[in-house]
């Protein structure tokens, strides 16, 4: 996972598969794992319900594709993207890809890239295809790409009118992902490195994400969960490192 701030990626977006209402956070969760060196939307731009994207295309400096969908009903987006994205790979002038869509035809095209050892990150909905979620390195939900702000501000309009307790979703349990990472790190001291914990848990699935569970990191998670973990800081070269274990 490249996340350096020289990092080149090239990212793809598939503009029948994903909305344009979310691009500010989408370049913004890009940026935090290198610089968009490549960037391209692809679509039938004549066609009037790629309007949104016509702006954030602009607004991003993303350049964008024509493809006319030579058949009614069926999306020729799909192959002018992965046959781009070969000749990006072969280019070598990235170091990852990020591919935005919710579509499984992008699967193998992830599966090839990879066998190249070349990063690739998937953005969608969680409607998204396991299979594709899976064969990335990383997968992130856009229903995850909210502004801390307005999540704030939801949160605590809801729990002034009806209760905390009652007014927030109910959250999906994160210990059984969490457990099987700890159990795959964990040393001989029972004691487990939180960096290689969270490496593990991408192993296990490339969707994991701390936003699902209601916290932007791992470490603000496991310290919500204080009656399953407790944590301590050890100084290894230098650098303070976490610490996890589950508690008895």
Same mark, same amino acid.
């Given at each position: 996972?490249?996340?350096?701030?020289?990092?080149?990626?090239?990212?793809?977006?598939?503009?029948?598969?994903?909305?344009?209402?979310?691009?500010?956070?989408?370049?913004?969760?890009?940026?935090?794992?290198?610089?968009?060196?490549? %960037?391209?939307?692809?679509?039938?731009?004549?066609?009037?319900?790629? @309007?949104?994207? !016509?702006?954030? *295309?602009? /607004?991003?400096?993303?350049?964008?594709?024509?493809?006319?969908?030579?058949?009614?009903g069926k999306n020729a987006?799909?192959?002018?993207?992965?046959?781009?994205?070969?000749?990006?790979?072969?280019?070598?002038?990235?170091?990852?890809?990020?591919l935005v869509s919710s579509?499984?035809?992008?699967?193998?095209?992830?599966?090839?890239?990879?066998?190249?050892?070349?990063?690739?990150?998937?953005?969608?909905?969680?409607?998204?295809?396991?299979?594709?979620?899976?064969?990335?390195?990383?997968?992130?939900?856009?229903?995850?790409?909210?502004?801390? %702000?307005?999540?704030?501000?939801?949160?605590?309009?809801?729990?002034? @009118?009806?209760? !905390?307790?009652? *007014?927030? /979703?109910?959250?999906?349990?994160?210990?059984?992902?969490?457990?099987?990472?700890?159990?795959?790190?964990?040393?001989?001291?029972?004691?487990?490195?939180?960096?290689?914990?969270?490496?593990?848990?991408?192993?296990?699935?490339?969707?994991?994400?701390?936003?699902?569970?209601?916290?932007?990191?791992?470490?603000?998670?496991?310290?919500?969960?204080?009656?399953q973990f407790e944590m301590?800081?050890?100084?290894?070269?230098?650098?303070?490192?976490?610490?996890?274990?589950?508690?008895?």
């Open positions: 996972m490249p996340e350096t701030p020289d990092a080149k990626l090239a990212v793809l977006i598939d503009a029948d598969n994903a909305q344009p209402a979310g691009s500010d956070a989408l370049v913004a969760e890009i940026a935090k794992f290198g610089v968009a060196s490549v %960037k391209r939307v692809y679509g039938d731009w004549t066609t009037p319900n790629l @309007r949104g994207w !016509k702006d954030a *295309a602009n /607004k991003h400096a993303i350049q964008p594709i024509q493809q006319f969908a030579y058949t009614t987006t799909d192959s002018a993207m992965i046959i781009d994205a070969m000749d990006i790979m072969h280019s070598g002038v990235v170091d990852g890809f990020c579509d499984s035809d992008y699967t193998r095209l992830a599966t090839r890239i990879r066998e190249t050892g070349i990063f690739v990150m998937g953005i969608g909905e969680k409607k998204t295809p396991k299979a594709f979620v899976n064969a990335c390195d990383l997968f992130v939900y856009t229903e995850n790409l909210v502004e801390e %702000k307005k999540a704030t501000q939801q949160k605590q309009s809801n729990a002034k @009118r009806i209760g !905390k307790s009652k *007014a927030e /979703k109910e959250e999906p349990d994160p210990m059984p992902i969490l457990t099987q990472a700890f159990e795959m790190t964990v040393g001989q001291d029972g004691w487990a490195r939180l960096d290689t914990m969270g490496n593990n848990l991408y192993q296990l699935d490339p969707s994991f994400d701390p936003r699902t569970y209601g916290q932007k990191q791992l470490s603000r998670l496991i310290k919500s969960l204080k009656d301590r800081t050890q100084e290894i070269a230098g650098a303070p490192i976490i610490f996890v274990r589950i508690k008895e």
